[in-house]
């Protein structure tokens, strides 16, 4: 069934005026570019409620996108917006001292990543990675990381690298990295970048820089490329040859934490890093990060030789949503997890039998609540890695589908690299609703 939208043909919708509107005031229409590409239809975004978004036109989409990821309980999930009401009316937004909020949601934090003994709050993925990286630096006095291809890590100096490098990289076991955008001054500094699912080039790579490496950094699941798991046992060969290298593994778990378990990647791969790094559904919408690992490293920050700051690092209002989010988790992940899982099975094996069954080649691979829906030029059976991502995918048309499944009440995002994320408020029902949209989309589409 198709959904009537307000978009009529050769008219100008409101999204697109008022996105031009914005343009004059704000730098490219938005505070990130990722939400302004140049192939992403023009849309603004009104409200949301569970797992629906409506634009400023009036038109409703099922969300697939979750503000890419930290909606783990939807938009607007009652049991966060009455805690974080309650904190805004009788306690205050911003206190500028220490609270109990502080340590009640570390503490669990500590229960569901026991690999925490000390951490730190921040306000973003980027700021949390970057104050890892120093951490690990002055931890280990040593200057050089190890990053991955088609991994991202938030964009300061300290790691964002063009992590398109598969052009690059060839058969390489490692490269120095290529700074990720201009005015980066040829950073970052003492950073190379090595193929990930490959545990004979980061052998090779840590052999060739002996003694040098502070930190091996990665996103357990690759998460920005696809969703691409981790071969059996690459994880615990990583955690092997970074200790035996004396280098520390930092898991960025920014999507992975509380979603693919309640205690990530970590969790779910039954392995142990040294530093650990958590955000988007941490706070369910509310910006909020962390760092932490063994209380031996978190000293250099306990003790302040190494410093981290920050206004409005751990912010009375964000501490309380997460404060929300952890409670929850804690008294519901088994009966949380086992029903999201049913539902991203039910979403994964329903959009494979549409696309085999309309002759789309496609790779669908999911990890917990994040899938990825990939078009591929020729048939594939799985991805594993980077290169395979860039040689096989097929972007033109994921675009055009993905325009197609919009004017259908459907919403993705249009860089297939991106996953779909289901929250808790995707029902079995909105799952039937979404596969019957989208094999309604592809079979006119197909014409
Ligand atoms: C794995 C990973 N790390 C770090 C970041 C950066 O987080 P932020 O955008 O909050 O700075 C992201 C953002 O998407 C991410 O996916």
Known sequence: MSVPLTRAVGTRTRSEQLLERAKRSVAGGDSSTMRVLPYHPALLIDRGKGCHIWDVDGNDYIDLNMAYGPLLFGHRPSFVIEQVVHQLQEKGSQLGFPQELNFLVAE??????????????????????????????????????????????????????????????????????????????????????????????????????????AAVLMEPVMGNAGVIPPLPGYLAAVRELTRAHGALLILDEVITGMRVAAGGAQQLFAVTPDLTVLSKALGAGFPIAAFGGSAEIMDLVASG?????????????????????????????????????????????????????????????HVGPMIAMILTKTPVDSLVDYHQVRRHADFERFIELQHALLDNGVYIHPNQYEPMYLS????????????????????????
């Open 424 to 447: 808790t408020a995707h029902s079995k029902e909105d799952i039937d609703e979404v596969l019957s949209r989208l094999d309604e989309t592809v079979q006119h589409w197909q014409r």
């Open 108 to 213: 669990k934090v500590k229960q569901l990543f026991p690999s925490i003994d000390l951490l730190r709050f921040a306000n973003s993925g980027t700021e949390a990675v970057a104050s890892s990286i120093r951490l690990a630096r002055a931890f280990t006095g040593r200057r050089n990381i190890i990053l991955f291809e088609g991994h991202y890590h938030g964009w300061s100096d300290t790691v964002f690298h063009k992590y398109h490098a598969a052009e690059t990289l060839g058969d390489e076991a490692f490269r120095p990295v290529i700074p990720g955008t201009e005015g980066m001054n040829g950073a970052p500094h003492d950073a190379f970048v090595v193929r990930w699912n490959d545990a004979a080039a980061l052998s090779s790579a840590l052999d060739r820089m002996r003694g040098s490496v």
């Open 305 to 365: 030789r190494m410093f981290h700051g920050g206004v409005y690092a751990g912010n009375a209002m964000v501490l309380s949503a997460a404060n929300a989010v952890l409670t929850k988790v804690l008294a519901e992940r088994s009966r949380l997890y086992s029903e999201l899982n049913t539902r991203v099975s039910q979403l994964a094996d329903g959009i494979k039998g549409i696309l085999r069954r309309r002759n789309v080649h496609h790779v669908v691979q």
